[in-house]
């Protein structure tokens, strides 16, 4: 499968499936949410014996496209908070830096890479992952073949294809107190019911609520306490009590931008009862078909990957059949051999190294 060929500069070529790369040879591995990702690429490292080498040494190195969320604005943070932030999107990940990064990991420079902080939804300040040269660099996320630039990068596509209702019934995560897997939860299981259902998503549903209801907040009379409270501040722009800046005003936006109502004439739509009625439900429609779509696209990447696992990480067949390409790869390299048979490259290497690695790659 894999071949190698000499250059006259002493530079090695692979030739694989028909197409010539030169190290490190990039793999994908996408995948939903909890389908067994990350437990895949460990078990491969685990296989390949890499993840007990110092992670300067290792041939091959995993990287997560979690890494590469974006960092959310002040209005986005409130949204995340109140679970209204769509984390599966594609343009929820940093994907110049994915696409930067991965040129600079194909170009067998050392990087560094943000670690990021689920509790917080942002990255961690002052630390950092670095990533050393390797000869093969896994990339795992739910997203990692959506858009076609960052795509072609990769030399092998993998898909884990673990199937919802098992992802959703992982016993793990039902012990974990854990925000994070506890969202995961609950977005896997209304996603699987609505479906079922056809009733709009959870996020259009909750968008649509909020527009009635910030529309008949408009509509009160001066002095009422709801429309004080919150068109106080949406006027001003004021900071409530104790609470984050301009909270209501600015996720109002946020959701009126969703569902294409303009912001700064909302509250003279509002005014108009049935005018208002017929713009959020169609600008709700419009928001929650564009979901649709972007989610369709998201499924449909897996028409991309090469080699497809069924059933994540119990799949020992497929795991073991990639781990020893992995190996043919890594093994028709002259210089060094996997698990420790010879130490040139590690001498060789040793002069790219710097001491300024923070954290580990996993
Ligand atoms: N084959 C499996 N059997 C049982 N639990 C699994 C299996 N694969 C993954 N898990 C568990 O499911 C959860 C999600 O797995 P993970 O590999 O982190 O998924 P992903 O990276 O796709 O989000 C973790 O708690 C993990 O230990
Ligand atoms: N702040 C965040 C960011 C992402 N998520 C969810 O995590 C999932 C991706 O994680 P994988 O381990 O599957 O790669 C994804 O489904 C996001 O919705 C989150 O909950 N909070």
């Given at each position: 499968m894999a071949a190698l060929n000499a250059t006259g500069t002493g530079q090695k070529i692979h030739n694989f499936n028909g197409f010539e790369t030169r190290t490190p040879f990039l793999i994908g591995v996408a995948g939903g949410t909890a389908s067994g990702k990350s437990t895949v690429c460990r078990k491969i490292m685990e296989k390949l014996g890499?993840?007990?080498?110092?992670h300067r040494q290792r041939q091959v190195v995993c990287v997560s496209q979690d890494s590469f969320y974006k960092e959310l604005t002040d209005e986005e943070k409130i949204l995340a908070n109140k679970g209204l932030f769509n984390f599966d999107h594609p343009d929820a990940f940093d994907n110049d830096l994915i696409y930067k990064t991965l040129k600079e990991i194909l170009n067998e420079k050392v990087v560094n890479v943000p670690v990021y902080d689920f509790r917080k939804n942002s990255r961690k300040k002052d630390e950092v992952m670095t990533i050393y040269p390797a000869d093969v660099v896994l990339l795992e996320g739910i997203?990692?073949?959506?858009f076609p630039k960052i795509r072609d990068l990769f030399h092998m596509k993998l898909f884990v294809d673990t199937d919802p209702d098992t992802r959703l019934s992982r016993r793990e995560w039902l012990n974990a107190e854990n925000k994070r897997l506890f969202r995961r939860i609950i977005f896997l299981l209304t996603k699987r019911i609505l479906n079922r259902s056809d009733m709009p998503s959870i996020h259009t549903q909750l968008r649509k609520t909020e527009l009635f209801w910030a529309g008949l907040v408009v509509r009160?009379?001066?002095?009422h306490l709801p429309k004080c409270i919150f068109l106080g501040e949406l006027r001003t722009g004021a900071y409530s009590h104790g609470g984050q800046k301009k909270s209501y005003k600015d996720t109002l936006k946020v959701v009126l931008k969703d569902c294409n109502i303009d912001p700064n004439t909302w509250e003279t739509l509002a005014q108009n009862c049935p005018a208002q009625r017929s713009a959020v439900t169609k600008g709700v429609a419009r928001y929650d078909q564009h979901r649709i779509l972007t989610a369709q696209n998201k499924h449909a990447t897996k028409k991309y990957a090469d080699v497809i696992i069924p059933r994540g990480a119990d799949n020992e067949v497929a795991i073991d059949l990639i781990v020893q390409t992995i190996r043919d790869l890594l093994q028709s390299h002259s210089r060094f051999q996997i698990?420790?048979?010879?130490h040139d490259r590690r001498i060789a290497r040793s002069?790219?190294?710097?001491?300024?690695?923070v954290t580990r790659p996993h």
């Open positions: 890499q993840d007990s080498i110092d997203l990692v073949f959506y009160m009379p001066e002095k698990q420790g048979i010879s002069r790219h190294y710097s001491d300024s690695q």
